[in-house]
């Protein structure tokens, strides 16, 4: 991702709420989207149960690096949200959901709510407004 105190958000959000994270950062590389996909591609490896992409910009092609990253875990059955992308791509089959982060709506979902129900498969808007305020005391 390419902002860093929203990576920071997102990262306490999960410490926060007991979430298990890994995280990747593609700042700082020569080739943001390249390492962003790499990103992806080790996650995939790793098993984890979900994947969070933060502020994802997909060329105007919609194809690239991203796509292919994309399609790799849905291959591998691995749930990606898309946090606050820039521009999705055009595919909404290659991620389960988009959070749009809002730390002041009173309606947003928090954070380990949305994931849980994207990890298990369960009904959920297709963009979520979500909180990174924890619900754990």
Known sequence: ADDA???????????????????????????????GADSVGDMV???????VVN??????TGRGPWVDALQRARRAGLPVV???PVTPPHD????A?????DDHASHATP???????????????ATVTVTTRTARP
Not at 45 to 51: E, L, N, Y
Not at 92 to 95: A, E, G, K
Not at 97 to 101: D, N, S, T, Y
């Open 111 to 125: 954070i380990e709510r949305s994931v849980t129900e994207v990890i298990n498969d369960l009904p959920h808007q």
């Open 5 to 35: 105190s929203s990576d920071r958000r997102l990262r306490g959000a999960c410490d926060a709420a007991g979430l298990n994270a890994f995280y990747a950062s593609g700042g700082g590389a020569g080739n943001v989207e390249r390492a």
């Open 45 to 51: 490896d790793r098993a984890v149960k979900a994947i």
């Open 92 to 95: 909404r089959l290659l991620y």
């Open 97 to 101: 959901a988009i959070w749009k982060v």
């Open 82 to 84: 898309l946090s606050d």
């Open 55 to 60: 502020r994802m910009a997909v060329g105007r």
